[in-house]
């Protein structure tokens, strides 16, 4: 009874967030081309970043690509482990953002790569990790309005890839 409680709020909420994407017609369609960008984006960052750090020092390549991979392997097990449901599938939403599949929504993978790879690069330069921390955002924002995770699935993506691109950054510095 409460999480049916619960699920008909978050439906409210989310109807009066993405009220005015669903009246223009031109909207929808551009929220999952800024979704799908921005994964593009942090595609060629991350490349950028690990082919620096191999120009320059092929052993932060250890740091920069091992420790987030681990944590990319580590979050997917739990989230599979896990496998809560997606807004669409408990809530009674109909997603902006279409996506095959069930289940499997916290913690957002993409939230976590992209504060990961965003983290990451102060190791490099802050003010392109900066920037990236802002897309971060952006992504976030579009995977929640786009129906395919809840507010809480992108916060614990975005601290858990922040922790994560942390110890890669760091431990970059500290490697030779």
């Known amino acids: 009874m409460a999480a049916e409680k619960h699920n008909e709020a978050y439906a409210r909420r989310y109807g009066r967030w993405t009220e ?3 009246r ?3 909207a929808p369609p551009l929220l999952g081309a800024v979704n799908r960008g921005i994964v593009w ?3 060629g960052a991350y490349g950028v970043l690990l082919l620096g750090a191999c120009v320059t020092s092929p052993w932060k390549l250890i740091a920069l690509a091992g420790v987030p991979a681990a ?3 580590l979050v997917s097990r739990f989230r ?3 496998n809560a449901p997606r807004p669409y599938e408990c809530c009674n939403v109909v997603p902006l953002i279409a996506r095959d599949g069930a289940g499997a929504s916290f913690p957002s993978r993409h939230a976590f790569s992209a504060a990961a790879i965003a983290t990451s690069w102060f190791a490099a330069s802050a003010p392109v990790a900066v920037a990236l921390l802002a897309a971060t955002g952006v992504l ?3 995977r929640v309005l786009g129906g395919v995770h809840f507010p809480r699935d992108v916060a614990a ?3 858990l890839g922040m922790v994560v691109g942390a110890v890669a950054a760091a431990g970059s510095l500290l490697l030779p």
């Open 80 to 82: 599979a482990r896990l």
């Open 157 to 159: 993506g975005v601290v």
């Open 71 to 73: 944590g990319f392997a």
């Open 41 to 43: 984006v942090f595609y």
């Open 24 to 26: 223009r017609p031109w």
């Open 20 to 22: 005015a994407l669903r």
């Open 140 to 142: 976030a924002g579009c």
